[in-house]
């Protein structure tokens, strides 16, 4: 074989147009719920590929498509175009996937909700959905409004931009997260995110918070010396159950019936007062008017709580206000034997070699009982 001839099937690698094409890709599932995202990332392999002949293009769209998806372009596949075929069928699908305007807005506005995303997270979806008609204003006031009461509070005074806001709602909810359940903080300690306070504002807050608890201090015991050298004096069984304290030119009324001094909630700040208690644990209409009643005192308190109780709507949703009981049924009569039986779980029993429950058939015809004890009463097991 002569040396100085080439062999025509052999790559020249020295030359530098000599192109190697990669024909193996292989692309997640199509996402239904993102398809210009999914064409973006296959694009995206296509270009490291190498890959630009467009019946190899349609042909690996089409192996990523699942039978929910195919239904769509069936039209397509049936006669599939001669010429560019790749783009007729991105087209199809973007175009009958994609959700409209409409829609993407009536989620917008009624099913997006925070769950466990966190803020910023849910500010992106948003904004997905709004696109270029929706402005930032109203973006923002729609997601305020999704958001923890107390987070809402806070990010309201901000004048920060839009992501700036996010990034500190993130840390706000990262810092409530921290413990479910919700602890009352001495006078003088702030959480960590209050570094995006107004300094001042906090300080000039925490002096007359301090200087309130002072002066109640100094008036309780006043209050019980005179008390005391009183004696028997009568007109302290005609006195007034209601008491004044005046402070920072303004009057702090409180009611003295009882050993625990509670303070008069005024009309504007009773709906506030009445969602800290009952956003804790959302109790009942009995126990948030007693949990109402232990610490504040205002008129019609009992009615207030139990219409807001009744109105708040996570309680409509997760509660059962009616149980409704079956009645009673009349059992058809059998003629053959093991052709229908009843089934019950009995126990907690007694452990008995690690078997706590019995599961009971009984034969409605012959009465055969039978008993088998079970560990527990999980569905692997009874079953």
């Not at 015991?221 to 004696?231: A, D, F, H, Q, V």
Request: overall charge positive.
């Amino acid at each position: 074989m002569d040396e100085n001839k080439s062999d025509p099937t052999a790559l020249n690698f020295d030359n530098p147009n000599t192109e190697i094409n990669r024909v193996s890709v292989k692309p997640p599932i199509f996402w239904r719920n993102k398809p210009k995202l999914w064409f973006l990332q296959l694009e995206a392999q296509f270009a490291n590929s190498g890959i630009s002949q467009d019946a190899t293009k349609y042909n690996i769209v089409v192996a990523a498509l699942d039978e929910n998806v195919l239904d769509f372009v069936v039209d397509i596949l049936s006669n599939p175009p001669e010429n560019e075929k790749y783009n007729t069928l991105k087209k199809a699908l973007l175009n009958r996937l994609t959700d409209t305007e409409e829609s993407r807005l009536k989620k917008l506005l009624t099913d997006l909700e925070l769950g466990d995303k966190r803020p910023s997270d849910l500010l992106r979806q948003m904004k997905s959905l709004a696109g270029n008609s929706i402005s930032d204003e109203i973006i923002k006031s729609l997601w305020l409004q999704r958001l923890p009461q107390q987070t809402q509070a806070i990010l309201t005074i901000s004048n920060d931009t839009l992501d700036k806001i996010a990034e500190m709602a993130d840390k706000i909810i990262a810092v409530y997260s921290s413990s479910e359940i919700c602890q009352v903080t001495k006078v003088g300690s702030l959480p960590n995110s209050a570094s995006s306070f107004d300094r001042n504002k906090l300080n000039v807050l925490q002096a007359d918070i301090a200087a309130l608890t002072k002066k109640f201090d100094e008036f309780s015991r006043n209050t019980r010396s005179r008390s005391k050298s009183r004696g028997n004096d009568r007109r302290r069984r005609s006195r007034s159950n209601s008491a004044r304290y005046e402070f920072c030119c303004c009057d702090i009324f409180y009611d003295s019936s009882t050993k625990k001094k509670r303070p008069y909630i005024p009309e504007s700040f009773r709906k506030i007062v009445f969602n800290s208690v009952h956003n804790l644990a959302h109790p009942g209409i009995k126990a948030t008017t007693k949990l109402l009643k232990s610490k504040f005192v205002w008129p019609s308190i009992n009615k207030d709580a139990r219409t807001w109780t009744r109105s708040c709507l996570k309680c409509q949703k997760s509660k059962v206000t009616r149980h409704v009981q079956s009645p009673f049924q009349q059992y058809h009569n059998v003629s053959k034997r093991f052709t229908e039986i009843n089934l019950d779980i009995i126990g907690p029993l007694p452990s008995s070699e690690g078997f706590r429950y019995c599961l009971t058939i009984i034969d409605r015809y012959s009465r055969w009982p039978e008993a088998i004890p079970l560990p527990d009463i999980r569905a692997e097991t009874v079953a």
